[in-house]
């Protein structure tokens, strides 16, 4: 009786252990079907485009039924724009924020789209990048190593603010203001009048506090998300850029990916753009009255003045194909 008694524990503890073992199998296969994605950006938790990346994060990992996990890094937590380029086209998980002017360095037309007082209209700036043009450009992209996830995401109006008060491009000489380290948007700066001076997003509230720089230009959210407004105190409402972001990765991180997420990946930042428009539409409302009452002079520039000192860069851009400027323009119309 103990024999069989034994033998039939036996049998019962082997079966359990079986199924035990299946279930562990499927669940490393389950494990191992999720796709972790880092999305990267310089900008504060809590700024539009924060909020954006966690409404693109929440919408991909519904949309894939969990099989897509996104991390976030906010504040340059993944390093610099340049470095993140490089792990991407080594092939890193990771989307990074981007605009057309760090893009030129790879493929130099397709920074015309955030090039100084191209357009007032942001969708005359989707337009163009549906057209047929903006597509040879995303393949040359592709061809060096970069693939371009979503376009449609309105960043802002780009505007200046200093420690000393602007209203024409006059009164920049002299001052030394903040650019992102790419060459079209040094030339927009030194153009209007300043001294432009290349500096990662988050050392310019030290250097602006510490009197190195005068100032920075960027969109009204990015401006009250950086308080540089605590130490310069006039805000000169340029517009000089209408910018729209490219969220970009590798084309090898890419092409490894099943087209089911490259999709959800692709149709939710697209759909997350929308969310982005109306939020920096709502925030930069609501940054004007809190720079007022924090003491910062607000000024509405003649943007004309503006417009007639950038003017000659569109003939300086030597590395642009000859009448792109013109090009482009005939694609708004």
């Keep these: ?25 499927e669940t490393t ?14 900008n ?8 954006a990346a966690n409404e693109w994060k929440k919408l991909a990992e519904e ?3 969990g099989k897509i996990k996104i991390e976030l890094y906010p504040s340059s937590q993944l390093g610099s724009k340049q470095d993140a380029i490089e792990q991407m086209r080594a ?6 924020i981007a605009d057309a002017s760090f893009l030129m360095d790879f493929v130099p037309d397709i920074g015309i789209l955030s090039a100084p007082y191209l357009t007032d209209d942001y969708d005359s700036l989707f337009k163009l990048t549906d057209s047929d043009w903006f597509k040879g450009l995303e393949k040359d992209l592709q061809d060096k190593g970069i693939h371009i996830v979503t376009t449609k995401w309105v960043y802002g109006d780009r505007h200046l603010i200093t420690d000393k008060e602007v209203k024409t491009p006059e009164d920049l000489k002299g001052l030394k203001v903040r650019v992102p380290n790419n060459p079209l948007q040094i030339k927009i ?37 950086s308080k540089v407004y605590e130490n310069a105190k006039y805000l000169a409402l340029t517009a000089h850029t209408n910018m ?13 990916l099943p087209e089911d997420i490259v ?10 753009g929308k969310f982005m428009a109306e939020k920096v539409k709502e925030s930069e409302k609501n940054v004007l009255k809190d720079l007022e009452g924090s003491g910062v002079k607000i000024t509405e520039v003649d943007k004309e003045l503006f417009k007639e000192a950038i003017k000659s860069l569109y003939k300086e851009m030597d590395n642009w194909s000859p009448g792109l400027y013109d090009e482009v323009q005939k694609s708004f119309k």
Aim: charged share 20%; glycine share 10%; proline share 6%.
């Design 1 to 25: 009786m103990d024999k069989r008694l034994s033998l039939i524990l036996m049998v019962l503890l082997l079966i359990v252990f079986t199924a035990f073992a299946g279930c562990s199998k």
């Design 29 to 42: 296969k389950s494990e191992s079907d999720v796709y972790t994605v880092k999305i990267g950006y310089e």
């Design 44 to 51: 504060q938790p809590g700024e539009p485009l924060d909020l």
């Design 63 to 65: 949309k894939s039924n």
């Design 91 to 96: 092939g890193a998980n990771i989307i990074y």
């Design 189 to 225: 700066i030194e153009k209007m009048g300043a001294t432009a001076t290349p500096l990662p997003l988050g050392e310019v509230y030290p250097a602006i506090a510490q009197g190195v720089i005068n100032g920075m230009e960027n969109p009204l959210p990015v401006i009250y998300g």
């Design 244 to 256: 729209i972001i490219q969220w970009i990765s590798g084309q090898s991180y890419m092409e490894k």
């Design 263 to 272: 999709k959800v990946l692709k149709e939710t930042g697209d759909e997350t």
